[in-house]
């Protein structure tokens, strides 16, 4: 395995949980801070990468994030490039945005010790949240009769066009997101073939449906402590939004989702191998204590209580306003109270970030890493120059030395979009 090496150290340093990290704390192994993780779609993915937000936050460390031409997302659908990173941030310790895995491409961007980590979602639960949040975006989706799930699966050849923009979030989204071919058969020899890269990439799988038992195993993973971990679920729909899935459906999503069906009932089965290898009276503490804590956090940061779901529309803060794909959906967010934390508590730029929906995330980080750029940026600049050229440099020049010149060119349309103010199009949010 691509990083196999260090996560059996790492489990060896926590068998039977004698060093767990509740606190920060010096003497044990450093934290790792190179993490590139592939973040897909609907399986709970901006929730880890608020994580990862904030940890390169609270520890300085550079996040990669798109051009403005790619939205807040490294230009999705197409395979990733280098060239989509946007020339503030790089060189990167971080990446967390959505993007359509090419490894070889993401190597170049994150330092070689760059520890890889991706999640995955059961394919029924995962389908039926693609199907309400992109009904209006997906063609495929839009065609059926009365926006009927059960329509779209008596006949999916129907509706769903593989070669038609947005078709990914129609078919094995999973397996196309990790770089696969969604429209493939499933048959045994792709899904190895599959299933091998996965693992030769990854040192972590995350499961959706295990979410602190898979942070667990990040946690020691990348030797983080305990408060690196904590968080409140993000991008969630509302409760009339979700639709429960009659007997038969999830069997028929599996089948017409089977690449991404064969996908995680096998990484499902190796969390909980790994899982296994740590002891379930670690795991079950390791759970607690990270339940507590969030409790307390949270806690701490709505004036003593849980928070309360709201609708976008009675969210006060812009900046805490999920984005909201369409009229049919709804996604619900938090509110920060009045009065703010209380004085004993986490600050209220804590529990800012902590509910920040993944656009203003991606926009505020990019503000404030630009900002350092350009405070960095005459340290950079070899002299001397002549003026015209020293201007075009004002754009790319660092980025060039760092990547090479191949990487330079900007993908088509950037320039157009960035001139316009670069503003995010619907369509490329998730
Ligand atoms: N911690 C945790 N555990 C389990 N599930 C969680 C968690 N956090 C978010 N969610 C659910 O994940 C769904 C959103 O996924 P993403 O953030 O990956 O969506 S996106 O592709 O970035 O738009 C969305 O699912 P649906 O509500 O079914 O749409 C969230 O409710």
Redesign the pocket.
């Known amino acids: 395995l691509h990083h196999g090496g260090h996560f059996s150290w790492t489990i060896k340093a926590f068998l039977g949980c004698p060093s767990l990290r509740p606190l920060p704390s010096s003497g044990l192994k450093a934290k790792h801070t190179s993490v590139a993780f592939l973040?897909?779609?609907?399986?709970?993915?901006?929730?880890?990468?608020n994580i990862l937000f904030r940890f390169a936050e609270r520890h300085n460390l550079t996040v990669a994030l798109p051009v403005q031409a790619c939205a807040h997302q490294f230009c999705y659908p197409r395979p990733f490039s280098a060239r989509f990173v946007h020339p503030h941030t790089v060189p990167a310790r971080v990446v967390a945005s959505?993007m359509r895995l090419n490894a070889s491409e993401l190597r170049r961007v994150v330092p070689a010790d760059a520890v890889y980590v991706t999640?995955l979602?059961e394919p029924a639960?995962?389908f039926?949240?693609?199907f309400?949040?992109y009904n209006q975006h997906c063609l495929s989706f839009r065609r059926v009769p009365n926006g009927s799930l059960e329509a779209f699966l008596d006949d999916p050849w129907r509706y769903y066009r593989p070669e038609e923009k947005d078709s990914m979030y129609a078919r094995n989204t999973l397996t196309f997101d990790l770089g696969g071919e969604k429209d493939r058969p499933a048959d045994a020899a792709y899904v190895a073939g599959l299933v091998g890269e996965v693992e030769r990439v990854f040192s972590l799988v995350m499961i959706?449906?295990h979410?602190?038992e898979s942070l667990v195993l990040l946690r020691h993973l990348l030797s983080w402590d305990l408060e690196d971990v904590l968080?409140?679920?993000?991008?969630?729909?509302?409760p009339g939004?979700?639709r429960s899935l009659g007997a038969g459906l999830p069997a028929r999503i599996r089948a017409w989702n089977a690449l991404d069906a064969q996908l995680y009932d096998h990484f499902n089965a190796s969390l909980w191998r790994r899982l296994a290898g740590l002891g379930a009276a670690c795991v079950g503490r390791e759970v607690r204590l990270l339940r507590r804590a969030r409790d307390r956090l949270v806690r701490g940061c709505f004036g003593g209580r849980l928070p309360q779901l709201r609708p976008a529309t009675q969210i006060r803060n812009k900046e805490l306003r999920p984005w909201q794909?369409s009229a049919r959906?709804d996604?619900v967010g938090y509110d920060l109270p009045h009065n703010g934390s209380r004085p004993a508590g986490p600050s209220q730029d804590v529990c800012l970030k902590l509910i920040m929906p993944?656009v203003q995330y991606s926009q505020r980080l990019l503000r404030i890493q630009s900002l350092r750029y350009r405070r960095g940026y005459p340290k950079r600049l070899p002299p001397p120059l002549r003026p015209t050229l020293a201007r075009r440099r004002l754009h790319v020049g660092s980025f060039r030395d760092f990547l090479g010149p191949a990487l330079n060119q900007r993908p088509r349309g950037s320039q157009t979009r960035a001139g316009r103010g670069g503003r995010f199009s619907r369509r490329q949010?998730?």
């Open positions: 973040k897909t779609h609907k399986t709970a993915s901006t929730t880890v990468q959505h999640i979602r639960a995962m039926e949240s693609l309400s949040y959706a449906e979410f602190d968080y409140v679920k993000l991008n969630m729909r509302s939004s979700r794909p959906v996604i993944e949010l998730s």
